[in-house]
């Protein structure tokens, strides 16, 4: 299975992306520890889920790219990977490089920050079951449950979202179908604009002595460099688009750069963009 290598991309969905990626992890980590009445404030898990299928007829697989725990997780690794092996290009050329002093010390930095990342991943949700306050004792005297609770989330976020990352969204994860199942024509997704996109290329490509007829769509790729999946939303709607708006941002940007209107990929429901 062929890794992808993500592009950083900046936009308006990036950091709505970013900002509840916070929100969320904030409640994460900060509600297990608090109580009201004597009682340990929780999340009505059945209400959310209520609230998740009917955000998914209304505005696709937002949940995935905005709120989802594993793109949240896959997200916060991408971003240490990032701080300690450089952009894509970097990363690229550190992978493909000969063994060397440099290129270990940088994958045991990265994959040291993953695991405490993980393990207070781990910690956390096993205080969501069990009070946090008694927990750390629990553990230090090795309470056989907790223990492997932690161990086995911690595991996942470092598996999933550090190793494996997306294509976990692509061939595992049961909610991704679902919720495809119910978009509908009039659902929000991540759309390409064909009419105004096509044919692809650079505006002085030329054929002969004839300059040929371009659409607005460079096809610079970046789209492609910056989707979590690796996908090219250009050749129509994919069953592993998440919708996190990363390729609107890159393209959004082009276009600002080429001085021509925002939106050949936008969010729109699929009856108004063919």
């Known amino acids: 299975m062929q890794r992808v290598y993500v ?7 990036t950091r709505r992306r970013l900002a509840w990626g916070w929100i969320s992890q904030s409640l994460f980590f900060v509600l297990p520890w608090l109580n009201w009445d004597g009682r340990r404030l929780l999340l009505p ?3 959310l889920f209520v609230l998740l299928m009917w955000a998914s007829a209304r505005v696709g697989r937002l949940f995935c790219g905005y709120l989802c725990a594993h793109t949240v997780y896959a997200d916060m690794l991408l971003w240490i990977e990032r701080r300690i092996e450089g952009e894509r290009s970097a990363r690229m050329r550190l992978d493909a490089a000969p063994p060397s002093l440099r290129r270990h010390g940088r994958k045991i930095a990265k994959h ?18 069990m009070p946090a306050r008694t927990l750390p004792a629990l553990l230090w005297h090795g309470a056989p449950a907790p223990s492997a ?6 595991s996942l ?19 991704g179908p679902l919720q495809n199942a119910l978009i509908g024509s009039r659902t929000l997704v991540v759309s390409y604009d064909h009419q105004r996109g096509e044919p ?17 769509c460079l096809d610079c790729t970046l ?31 082009v276009m600002r750069q ?13 009856i108004k963009v063919r």
């Open 7 to 13: 592009r950083a991309t900046r936009g308006r969905y």
């Open 45 to 47: 898990v059945l209400a």
């Open 112 to 129: 040291g920050a993953w695991l405490l990342l993980s393990f207070a991943n781990g910690f956390t949700m096993v205080a969501w079951f």
């Open 149 to 154: 609770a932690l161990l086995a989330y911690a």
């Open 157 to 175: 976020t470092y598996i999933n979202g550090g190793l494996l990352r997306h294509r976990i969204c692509s061939h595992v994860c049961p909610l």
């Open 200 to 216: 692809r290329g650079l505006r002085n490509a030329k054929r002969g002595d004839a300059v040929l007829a371009q659409g607005a």
């Open 223 to 253: 789209c492609i460099q910056v989707c979590p999946s690796g996908g090219d939303i250009r050749n129509g709607m994919r069953s592993d688009c998440i919708g996190c708006g990363a390729c609107i941002d890159a393209c959004d940007r």
């Open 258 to 270: 080429r001085g021509e209107a925002e939106g050949l990929i936008r969010y729109a429901a699929r």
